[in-house]
């Protein structure tokens, strides 16, 4: 007898499937990212075999050094750069397969982008309101829906008031709202942000930061920022470096109640381990047992020892 399916069993199993799938169901995916450039007759390994997941409705910050990698995948999320080899979806698009027109589409409407320099998110002859409004009209939106669409923006950046104001008319940390709002206008999944505080003192870049949260929190925006600066990366959930073109370590943070009965962030530093079995250890950690080349592995029921090559273990089985 032929099995019946309802619709609802049908839909699970194929999420059960997806699953399955590295990354499946996720928003962004990064499954053994590679990204090399040829300059001159030297080949120059900027991501060395990546591997990132980002759920949807995230808000996460990517650091790391200057060399690390970081822009490169910003610029290949982006859809502004391809990668050599690998995998890497955003939003259910192949980054690494994807025409002309698909890709135009999805910088469009799929991702909204925020500069750390003014002068790549706005345009400095039109006011604050027309900036808004431009990603609307190459949209063909009509006017009226564009109109509610921009007040409604201004209101979300707390902006209401300087529409008219144009971006030399504006400080630093307005100009930052306003170009929010332009990568918000065309209601995108995602929303990429390269250092976007990076020129902004400490507490106008808390309050941008507060903006993202509201959006990540309100609009369901799935967010990704990108920063050298480690004290910005404190603002998010989940922090991921970069180090050598590969994810490094990653630092969760949640909300529990202390003993006094306040609320209290508690942050947790995890290595990863990659696809491949790679794991890179702390710098800090290599240049305290001056670890070189080879190093002692041995494997505890709950734990693996990590020891430089050519020493005795201890008693203990640590060190």
Not at 132 to 141: K, T
Not at 150 to 166: C, F, K, Q
């Amino acid at each position: 007898m032929t099995e019946q399916l309802d619709y609802q069993t049908m839909l699970d199993r194929a999420a059960d499937v997806e699953r399955e799938v590295y990354g499946g169901g996720a928003v962004i995916v990064c499954d053994n990212l590679v990204k090399i450039y040829k300059i001159a007759d030297l080949e120059v390994v900027a991501l060395q075999g990546l591997d990132l997941v980002v759920n949807q409705g995230e808000f996460i910050a990517l650091v790391g050094s200057s060399g690390s990698g970081k822009s490169t995948l910003l610029n290949i999320l982006g859809g502004l750069d391809r990668p050599s080899a690998g995998h890497v979806r955003v939003a259910g698009y192949d980054l690494l397969d994807i025409g002309h027109k698909d890709r135009t589409s999805y910088r469009r409407n799929v991702i909204g982008f925020v500069w750390q320099q003014t002068g790549r998110n706005l345009l400095s002859y039109v006011d604050a309101a027309a900036n808004i409004e431009m990603p609307l009209i190459l949209n063909g939106v009509s006017s009226s829906v564009r109109q509610h669409r921009v007040n409604e923006l201004l209101e979300i950046v707390g902006l209401s008031d300087r529409g008219d104001h144009y971006p030399t008319e504006l400080s630093g940390g307005e100009q930052q709202r306003v170009a929010i709002a332009v990568a918000l206008a065309n209601k995108p999944e995602v929303l990429f942000a390269d250092e976007p505080t990076g020129e902004l003192d400490t507490r106008t870049s808390t309050e941008i930061f507060d903006v993202f949260k509201k959006i990540n929190e309100e609009e369901g925006v799935t967010i990704v920022v990108v920063t050298h600066d480690p004290l910005v990366a404190e603002h998010v959930e989940r922090t991921i470096a970069i180090r050598d073109g590969r994810t490094s370590s990653e630092v969760l943070r949640r909300t529990q109640i202390g003993e006094a009965g306040d609320h209290e962030v508690v942050a947790e530093e995890f290595a990863v381990l990659d696809r491949a079995g790679r794991l890179q250890l702390p710098e800090d950690y290599v240049a305290a047992l001056d670890l070189e080349e080879r190093v002692r592995l041995t494997l505890d029921p709950d734990h693996v020892n990590v020891w430089p090559d050519g020493r005795k273990r201890s008693p203990e089985g640590g060190k």
